[in-house]
């Protein structure tokens, strides 16, 4: 008697795939839909988790792409401190799925809504990326010239790039009743003032999730018809939930969406795929060893395994694609620079802020 | 434009310190007396000397390889440079190279849909400032005399046509105008009001083709030579003269 689950590879298998191995000797676990090669400009984009993706790639030679550099003469911790250098545009952390088609329509036309110029004392504030400047802006007018200048090297980006890996990582938002527009954090946090009758919480559901992307996708491709996705699904926890659920449980709802959602557009285009750093660091196997004593942030050992199986996972897919050390080709240019400086190793996490607030 | 020094009085006792283009300086004095009777002394040293002039307890000193430079100089036997030695300090060219800072800043600015924030830009100022040795013995001539005028002219410009690959890399820059040029000594003015010290900057009518010094201002044989960084005495005259003009002559006559 034959059925389909004979014969199958070690990983199709828990006892060997999983059971009979070191978490540290799972492998295999991804097998990607398209090669990243040394010549791929590469954009980044997304939550926190996203600019590790980034640093690493940058860091083993890939032409990740800055399409928004660090001014001259700004010294590292400067151009950290200011968000230069940390994803591929100074967006900040786009961390739902909704405010990253906002950024990609606005950029390429859509009309943007005086509900997301934010005073504060004095100070102006974009609400799409309230934290870029860590004292706001010192008129609106030089903040919306700022914001243009993002707008500016999206288009680039996303024109030039080859590879846009995308970080999912919220469904909790918030967005202006009268206008719809989602703000990159709830307004009165880290900047703006909050008012209940004009800010409404939101916790996006699956299908709205997946069309935001489906949206977001379409006008990458359609901009940039070459253009592959990589998604990927934070593993870093809520900070905190305004959902009434518990913050654990609000975790799971959330990232289990957005790993939903993943799956699904990477089941639907061949030109998007799925990387599970997600499961990497979360999944039950490894005992939680790659967080903090937080249970929150992720430990620089737990990026390296996630870049570990990323890179393991493309030299058995395409061994002889081509890397940045092979050649010269694919060489580090001035694409792959970034932001040296001796805070190197923090990602910044605009939504850690919101620990302040915690009791 | 030079901004007015609060000088109780004008200076009686000028230094003038810097590097090779002190020998511009010179020579325009040496051509017309355009300081007037202020008395004044030139301390220094060229290339790769200029490198070996430290802060020895809060003095500017020179090692073994500049010291024979210095005090070729000076002249007047002054070995080591002091905050209260004289009265005024008028740092000239000294390695506070504008050919470096203007070119990429321009770029930037001159730059479709580019943009930097004011709190970035003065992040960048005080890094190009405080890289620069020189800038740092005049922030501490200022600091430890605040009776004493402190004024710095940074290196001029690029001469024009020397060295054309320069202009590589700096599309926009070449079209910068007056307006963006203005932006980048509005912002070195405010650094050095904060640090006791006034610029004087390059004339506009000096520069030409966005972020070059009018070929008219080089130094004789600058093209034959490919010396697209000295300046002819011309150039050293139009600053000296700016310089009394707004630092030498007493309040009421400015």
């Known amino acids: 008697m034959t059925h389909p689950y004979i014969g199958l590879p070690t990983i199709a298998y828990w006892k060997t795939g999983v059971a009979a191995l070191n978490p540290l000797q799972l492998s295999g676990l991804w097998q990607p839909k398209f090669p990243v090669t040394g010549e791929d400009r590469i954009v980044t984009a997304g939550s926190c988790f996203a600019q590790h993706i980034g640093r690493a790639l940058s860091a083993r030679g890939y032409r990740w792409l800055d399409a928004e550099p660090a001014p001259p003469f700004l010294k590292p911790e400067d151009a950290s401190a200011y968000n230069y250098g940390i994803f591929s545009f100074r967006t900040g952390n786009i ?90 954090l709830c307004p009165g946090t880290v900047a703006g003032t909050f008012d209940a009758q004009q800010h409404k919480f939101r916790n996006h559901r699956h299908a709205g999730i997946l069309k935001d992307m489906k949206a977001a996708i379409k006008l990458i491709r359609r901009k940039n018809p070459e253009m592959r996705v990589l998604l990927t699904v934070s593993p870093v926890p809520l900070t905190a939930t ?61 990026v390296d395994v996630v870049m570990g199986h990323f890179f393991a996972d493309q030299d058995r897919a395409y061994p002889d694609r081509a890397k940045p050390d092979q050649g010269g080709k694919g060489k580090a240019g001035a694409d792959t620079k970034r932001a040296q400086n001796p805070d190197a190793g923090d990602v910044k996490c605009e939504e850690e802020l919101l620990n302040a607030f915690a009791r | ?83 209260t030695d004289f009265d005024a300090f008028l740092f000239y060219g000294a390695r506070l190279r504008m050919s470096e800072f203007m070119p990429p800043m321009l770029d930037l600015l001159a730059r479709p849909f580019a943009h930097v924030s004011a709190a970035v830009a003065r992040k960048q100022v005080r890094s190009f400032l405080g890289k620069t040795r020189s800038y ?77 010094t009018d070929p008219a201002y080089g130094i004789a044989g600058a093209q034959e030579d490919k010396d697209a960084v000295h300046k002819a005495p011309a150039y050293a005259r139009l600053i000296l003269e700016t310089y009394a003009k707004q630092v030498c002559l007493p309040v009421t006559q400015v």
């Open chain 1, 95 to 184: 961390y739902s799925a909704r405010i990253l088609r906002q950024w990609l329509e606005m950029a390429f036309g859509a009309e943007v809504p005086a509900c997301l110029n934010w005073e504060t004392e004095g100070r102006f504030f974009d609400g799409l990326r309230p934290a870029i400047e860590p004292n706001g802006f010192e008129t609106l007018g030089e903040m919306i010239a700022s914001r243009e200048a993002c707008f500016a090297a999206i288009r680039k980006a996303v024109n030039q790039g080859s590879v846009f890996v995308f970080t999912l990582g919220l469904t909790e938002s918030w967005y202006d009743a009268e206008s719809d527009t989602e703000f990159a």
């Open chain 1, 242 to 302: 305004a959902s009434g659920a518990h913050v654990l449980t609000a975790t799971s709802r959330s990232k289990s969406t957005l790993r939903a959602v993943a799956a699904e557009l990477a089941e639907d285009y061949d030109f998007v795929d799925y990387f599970p750093s997600y499961e990497i660091i979360t999944h039950p196997v490894w005992r939680g060893m790659f967080y903090a004593p937080n249970q929150r942030s992720v430990v620089s050992e737990g």
């Open chain 2, 136 to 212: 740092r013995f005049a922030q501490h001539f200022a600091a430890q005399n605040p009776k004493a005028s402190v004024v710095f002219t940074p290196t001029s410009l690029l001469t024009a046509d020397i060295l054309p690959r320069v202009a590589n890399g700096y599309r926009y820059a070449k079209k910068a105008q007056e307006p963006h040029r203005a932006i980048l000594r509005d912002l070195l003015d405010e650094a050095g009001r904060e640090d006791g010290i006034t610029f004087l900057h390059q004339p506009e009518r000096t520069i030409v083709k966005g972020m070059f």
């Open chain 2, 1 to 83: 434009m030079l901004s007015r020094v609060e000088a109780q009085s004008p200076p009686t006792k000028l230094c003038i310190f810097g590097d090779s283009h002190l020998s511009a300086a010179s020579r325009a004095l040496k051509e017309a007396p355009v300081l007037g009777d202020l008395a004044y002394e030139f301390w220094g040293a060229d290339g790769p000397s200029f490198r070996d002039l430290t802060l020895v307890d809060g003095r500017i000193t020179p090692g073994k390889i500049a010291k024979d430079v210095v005090a070729t100089v000076n002249g007047q036997g002054r070995e080591t440079l002091g905050p």
